[in-house]
């Protein structure tokens, strides 16, 4: 599992709020607002110009607002300067709210647990995170139906929480529980992640059971999570969990590498040489290697990190293969010899894996 962070607050029903404070305020005033001056709008600045002064101006809103004792106001002004990174200012309005709003107080657990916008002190690190794990408890008993898939993403919080052990003690039998919840059977509006992570969860050797795994995989990649659709190709491919479709495993691999998935990436490498596609083989395995940052990636495609590094790995030694063998790209055992390298150094255990297969199986 991945270092913790928090998932974001579902910002559904931010715009909305926004729309009904700014049509409650009255019209001179807006004006007033929209004829400031003091921000240039020259050409080539202009767009960004405009988004600053519009920014600005929903927060003089908001502001006034929030000294009404508009509720949704405080929580839109802490949303606003936790997405600029303004922690500290952040934490007040969300503090302010923390027991009218679930919302707020989500963000607030948030704040505690990742320590945003908190004087970092190895006495009160603890503290800090008892207190956002309190705050997620409550969120996740909550009974709204209004916010119910916020509720959902923090039971799936509270569940990633018990399994890493951080904040809490750890206990893989609560993180079940909890990410069971927070799945809800695989409704569509359940949080998808805890899909994907029961698939994840029932795929380790103390509680694998790969038909669950499989169940969960599917539901979650039928609801759109792309490492499940990933999992879901090497399951069938190497019949984990369901018999073995070298068909059905193709067209799950291959759609979810178009969607960047580095981790299906590499296993559709494999699946190429494997089926003798060697130039197909090589042309995706080059890609994955032109692959630097394995961060971004991680960010930008939501996939677990260390399933990326398995991608790359795996891809890259397939693509030295292709080199050593002049399958489907000019012989260079100096180029092979380049890629096992950087697979090891990706991923060690991996590459002796790939190796063992290569030598004991001939391939």
């Given amino acids: 599992m991945e270092p ?194 029961l698939g994840m969860f029932y795929s380790v050797p103390d509680y694998q059971n790969f038909e669950r795994a499989f169940f969960w995989h599917t539901e979650a990649c039928g609801n759109g999570n792309l490492e499940s659709q990933g999992a879901l190709g090497v399951m069938y491919k190497f019949g984990i969990g369901v018999h073995k479709n070298k068909e059905s495993a193709f067209i799950c691999l291959k759609e979810a590498a178009n969607r960047g998935n580095v981790y299906a990436m590499g296993i559709l490498v494999c699946h190429y040489y494997d089926c003798k596609m060697f130039t197909n083989a090589v042309h995706l395995g080059s890609k994955v290697n032109e692959i630097t940052d394995f961060e971004k990636v991680a960010q930008d495609t939501d996939c677990l990190y260390r399933f990326i590094l398995k991608g790359v790995s795996v891809a890259i030694f397939y693509l030295g293969r292709c080199f050593e063998r002049g399958a489907g790209i000019r012989k260079s055992l100096e180029n092979a010899q380049k890629c096992y390298l950087k697979s090891f150094n990706v991923e060690p255990q991996i590459y002796c894996d790939l190796v063992y297969r290569k030598h004991h199986l001939n391939l």
């Avoid at 019209?27 to 920014?55: F, G, H, M």
């Avoid at 004792?69 to 990174?85: M, R, T």
């Avoid at 909550?142 to 951080?166: D, E, M, P, T």
């Fill in 4 to 197: 913790w962070r928090l998932l974001p607050v579902a910002g559904e029903n931010c715009s909305t709020s926004q729309e009904e404070l700014l049509a409650d305020k009255p019209v001179e005033e807006l004006e007033s607002l929209e004829n400031e001056d003091d921000i240039p709008v020259d050409e080539e600045t202009s767009e960004k110009a405009n988004q600053a002064k519009l920014l600005k101006n929903l927060m003089t809103v908001l502001k006034v607002r929030a000294k009404e004792g508009n509720i949704k106001a405080h929580f839109l002004l802490g949303q606003l300067y936790f997405e600029q990174e303004l922690y500290k200012e952040a934490k007040e309005y969300f503090e302010k709210v923390e027991n009218h709003d679930l919302q707020g107080l989500y963000q607030l657990g948030v704040m505690y647990y990742d320590g945003l916008g908190i004087t970092p002190h190895p006495i009160f690190f603890s503290q800090h995170k008892n207190k956002g794990f309190k705050c997620l408890i409550k969120v996740a008993s909550s009974k709204s139906n209004v916010h119910k898939h916020l509720i959902h993403v923090a039971q799936y919080c509270i569940g990633l929480a018990y399994f890493q052990g951080f904040g809490i003690q750890q206990s893989y039998e609560d993180a079940e529980r909890w990410w069971l919840l927070a799945a809800d059977n695989g409704h569509p509006q359940a949080c998808v992640k805890a899909q994907s992570m």
